[in-house]
C-alpha cells in the first residue's frame, strides 16, 4: 500500500497567521483528502483534493480558510489560514489505494496560541 | 448518512488477555470497512481491510469480521500485549469515496 509523508509534523502559530502542510505520496493513489480531528474527537473530512483543479469542500469548510492544491497524483498542500486557537487540531491526509483502501499521513499537531 | 458507533468507548485489561472490539453502522450498503490504530497525537494506522463480498480478514494476532446485513464488524486482538494500547477506529467507505468514522475504542493492557 502507498506510504504517505505529511510535514510538518507538528508547529506551534501565532493567531492570524497562516500554516501549508504538505503531503507526498510514494506512489499513485485515485484520490486524496484532508481531515481535521479536533481534541478527543474523531476524524471530519474536510474537503477532497482534486487533481488539477478546486478541491471540494464539506459542510461547514471554505476554500478562503482551508485552500487546498493538487498539482499532481502525487502532492497536496493544505493550508489553514488567519488562524485562531479553535483551529487547534491535529490535520490528516489520505489516499485511496487501487484496491480502495485508504492509508493515512502522520498527521499535523497544530497549536494556535 | 452512515452512522458509525464502536463500543466500548474504552477497554482496560491485563496482558495476554483477548480484546473484542465492536463497531456498528446503520447503512448497510457499503463498500468495504477498514480498521485503524491511533496512538496518541500521531496518524492511523491501517490494520485490516475488509471488502463488502468477505466476511472476515485475519493478519497476525488481528481478526475483523464483517456482518453487513446487520451492520456489524468485530476486531478480535489475541494475546493482548501492553504495545496493543492505542486507540482503535472503525471506518466504513460507502458507495461514494467518503469514509464515516466511529469515535474510536481506546484500549489499555497492563502490563
Known sequence: ?113 | KQEVTQIPAALSVPEGENLVLNCSFTDSAIYNLQWFRQDPGKGLTSLLLIQSSQREQTSGRLNASLDKSSGRSTLYIAASQPGDSATYLCAVRSNDYKLSFGAGTTVTVRA
Open chain 1, 1 to 113: 500500500s502507498a506510504v504517505i509523508s505529511q510535514k510538518p509534523s507538528r508547529d506551534i502559530c501565532q493567531r492570524g497567521t497562516s500554516l501549508t502542510i504538505q503531503c507526498q505520496v510514494d506512489s499513485q493513489v485515485t484520490m486524496m483528502f484532508w481531515y481535521r480531528q479536533q481534541p478527543g474527537q474523531s476524524l471530519t473530512l474536510i474537503a477532497t483534493a482534486n487533481q488539477g483543479s478546486e478541491a471540494t469542500y464539506e459542510s461547514g469548510f471554505v476554500i478562503d480558510k482551508f485552500p487546498i492544491s493538487r498539482p499532481n497524483l502525487t502532492f497536496s498542500t493544505l493550508t489553514v489560514s488567519n488562524m485562531s486557537p479553535e483551529d487547534s487540531s491535529i490535520y490528516l491526509c489520505s489516499g485511496q489505494g487501487l484496491r480502495g483502501g485508504y492509508t493515512f499521513g502522520s498527521g499535523t499537531r497544530l497549536t494556535v496560541v
